[in-house]
């Protein structure tokens, strides 16, 4: 289980996070929504301290972090339990697909060099790329890059894969085999929490919704919660401007 407590974070006079509170279950799929500076991306990366909060507590399975006193060790430790894919790929350039994939093996978790390459093959191949171990990122399609790293991201065997807007930095024609991707990878049960602009997707694979606008969590429920009946005004004004189609049931209104 992952519980984010009172999760506060600003950047000198600029609050972006405003007390977040928000359970994940084991193999729960959230998908966080929201207009650009709702804090989404801010709120992702303080789970594993890439951006440190300024209050608030961190709890992934056994292990909880006071975020006003949090230890190196636990930080550590948090990050050891999460993994993250990036909007911009973050491969190393001047190594292979494979080699991409093993650095985090071999550097963080120190698994034996031939473990490490034996289950960064398993990955690439999940992820439809066993044909381009050997290829560096720049011979590689930003799809291709960005299923590299969902493949480094599952040879850690995390306890939860972050995902900071995987498909915004693709074009158009590629975001559909890197979303294939990460519902075969939802289909097994991986808990994943990702930030989205995909509303298709976010409805037919998560679980869980959340919708977020001015640091805080303006509502969140099931995808039918949230897509078909959302209680909140501003989430039926997100909802209008970023999914045209969308219109309020009119039952709702009786």
């Known amino acids: 289980m992952i519980q984010l407590k009172n999760i506060h974070k600003s950047f000198g006079r600029l609050n972006v996070l405003n007390g977040i509170n928000l359970t994940v279950e084991r193999g729960d799929v959230v998908v966080i929504l929201g207009p650009s500076g709702s804090g989404k991306t801010t709120l992702l990366r303080c789970i594993n301290f890439l951006e440190r909060p300024n209050d608030g507590e961190v709890t992934i399975g056994a292990l909880t972090v006071d975020c006003r006193h949090p230890s190196r060790k636990d ?74 790293g969902i493949a480094r991201a599952l040879a850690l065997n995390p306890e939860v894969i972050l995902f900071d807007e995987p498909t915004s930095a693709l074009d158009p024609e590629l975001v559909g085999e890197v979303l294939a991707v990460i519902k075969t990878i939802a289909s097994e049960g991986v808990t994943m929490i990702v930030v989205t602009h995909e509303m298709g997707f976010a409805r037919e694979v998560s679980n869980h919704v959340v919708f977020m606008d001015g640091g805080v969590i303006v509502e969140q429920g099931t995808p039918a919660d949230i897509f078909v009946d959302p209680k909140e005004e501003r989430t039926r004004q997100f909802l209008k401007r970023i999914t045209p189609e969308w219109s309020y049931p009119m039952e709702a209104l009786r």
């Open 75 to 148: 930080i550590l430790e948090l990050r050891r339990k999460t993994a993250m894919v990036f909007q911009h790929y973050n491969l190393f350039k001047h190594k292979t697909a494979l080699e991409n994939v093993m650095e985090g093996l071999i550097v963080a978790q120190k698994v034996p060099k031939k473990e490490a390459r034996e289950r960064s093959l398993e990955m690439l191949e999940k992820v439809g790329l066993s044909d381009k171990c050997d290829h560096y990122p720049s011979q590689l399609s930003g799809g291709q890059q960005q299923r590299v």
